[in-house]
């Protein structure tokens, strides 16, 4: 499903759907303190009920699922949750289809719910009161995210600058640490308890870095074919001459966790 918004990336259009076997394969990268940090804050543990959204392939469920909460998941994407459901065999994870804005489940259902990387495509004034009527009384809402940091890190820099050759309205380039910025529409019902933010080295290798780069919003989700193949040429033989085999490239991540207001 295409999805265009004015603020992201000038209008033009992209669809995870289109890089949903990439996205799987090549995005599954966050490290084990990421969710570790999560745990420590006692949230998607046993004994919770968590909804994910804007799941994806269900990166976050299936890798939290070891932690004991039950699990639900929902994405815009068909081909999203048809590989997040392909991935998460043997696991008793609930997958629906749905925009965040029209999610059909019961109120007051859940302790918790998670948007990773996600969050900014909604439209806040729907889903805000939506999510804060999901949640259990004492339930938390959790913004997830993680992004590399191309101004110190030159692998990912230089990859950057590739991507905007060919989309230079992609607005996800230049990124910077910061908390995570929450929409005045959420805070008229959440409140932020806690954020966090933290420096990470991410362990590459040439091909997993060109297919995490690859299946990026500015690239195969929204790129021609032709473009896509270019890009591609382009990039692999930019990897080949300033990329060792194998590299770290520093990221870092963000969390911040809200409660709604009394």
């Known amino acids: 499903m295409n999805i265009i918004d004015s603020k992201i990336d000038g209008g033009k259009a992209f669809d995870w759907g289109r890089v949903s076997s990439d996205y799987?394969?090549?995005?599954?990268?966050?490290?084990?303190?990421?969710?570790?940090?999560?745990?420590?804050?006692?949230?998607?543990?046993?004994?919770?009920?968590?909804?994910?959204?804007?799941t994806g392939t269900g990166v976050i469920p299936r890798n939290m699922y070891k932690y004991g909460a039950t699990?639900?998941?929902?994405?815009i994407s068909e081909n999203q949750i048809e590989k997040a459901k392909e991935l998460s065999t043997g696991m008793e994870i609930s997958y629906f289809v749905s925009s965040t804005e029209n999610i059909k489940l019961q109120a007051d259902s859940f302790d918790v719910i998670t948007a990773c990387q996600c969050f900014w495509y909604f439209n806040h004034s729907i889903t805000s009161p939506l999510l804060a009527s999901l949640l259990k009384k004492g339930g938390r809402l959790l913004i997830l995210y993680m992004a590399w940091l191309p101004l110190e890190d030159r692998i990912a820099g230089e990859s950057e600058k590739l991507i905007l050759k060919y989309n230079p309205l992609w607005t996800g380039a230049n990124e910077t640490r910061h908390p995570i910025s929450i929409p005045n529409e959420v805070l008229n019902n959440f409140e932020i308890v806690f954020h966090d933010e933290y420096d990470l080295q991410v362990p590459f290798t040439r091909d997993s870095w060109h297919g995490r780069m690859n299946a990026c919003r500015g690239v195969g989700a929204s790129l021609s074919e032709e473009e896509i193949k270019s890009w591609e040429n382009e990039h692999l033989a930019l990897l080949n001459k300033i990329a060792p085999e194998k590299f770290n490239v520093l990221h870092y991540a963000a969390m911040t966790e809200l409660k709604v207001r009394e």
């Open 71 to 75: 699990w639900t998941a929902t994405d």
């Open 24 to 54: 799987a394969k090549y995005r599954d990268i966050y490290p084990t303190v990421f969710y570790e940090k999560i745990v420590d804050r006692s949230l998607c543990i046993k004994g919770q009920d968590v909804l994910d959204i804007g």
